[in-house]
């Protein structure tokens, strides 16, 4: 599992490599909450005993603590990207970010400049990525919804796609039709959760 993480993550790295410094202290085991061996019920709000991050938050797997509240820990990566690269991970258990309610986001997200900042001047970075990989098609390795904030320096040349030459977005049919799309499905979930909420009322 680690080195399929590995290979995905090495995948947005540039091939002369990325000045990453590899983490010197605790060091958390691979997770045994990918999908493969996650419960029955993916979306189970209940500490998984096969989560290394619900471990974690149990105090039964070592990590560096950065950062707790009653919501939500921080702890540095042991794989890092880059020095200082964080994960802020939601007390509770939710397989992905699509999973997780807004609540427990809002928590979250509120957490990053508070904390982004302090691994910058930690670190000497002036800039930080913000990352979710939602989905294993997106990377997503371990399977409790985390964000992670990695420190970046200028010319540090951590992900490929940042040479690549970006072309401007054409404005025709299809993409006319795919934000149309898109818009009728928000409208949609939006009104099915209005319902929902007037249900409870």
Not at 12 to 40: E, F, I, K
Not at 101 to 111: H, I, L, R, T
Not at 130 to 140: D, E, M, T
Request: proline content about 5%; overall charge positive; glycine content about 6%.
């Amino acid at each position: 599992m680690e080195a399929r993480r590995l290979a995905i993550l090495s995948s947005h790295l540039c091939p002369s490599g990325s000045g990453s410094v590899p983490a010197r202290s605790s060091t958390v085991s691979a997770s045994g909450c990918a999908s493969d061996r996650q419960s029955l019920d993916p979306d189970n709000k209940t500490l998984g005993n096969d989560c290394v991050f619900c471990q974690i938050i149990r105090g039964e797997s070592p990590a560096l603590k950065l950062y707790e509240d009653d919501m939500c820990l921080c702890i540095l990566d042991t794989s890092p990207l880059s020095r200082g690269h964080s994960l802020i991970i939601p007390k509770s258990h939710f397989s992905s970010l699509d999973t997780t309610p807004p609540s427990v986001v809002a928590a979250m997200c509120s957490k990053v400049p508070f904390i982004g900042n302090a691994i910058m001047k930690a670190t000497g970075s002036d800039s930080f990525n913000l990352l979710v990989n939602n989905g294993a098609a997106a990377g997503q390795v371990i399977f409790h919804t985390h964000i992670h904030i990695i420190p970046r320096k200028a010319r540090d040349c951590l992900w490929t796609s940042e040479s690549l030459h970006r072309r401007p977005l054409k404005l025709d049919q299809e993409t006319s039709g795919l934000a149309s799309r898109v818009r009728e499905l928000l409208l949609n979930i939006s009104e099915k959760s209005k319902v929902q909420v007037s249900s409870l009322s």
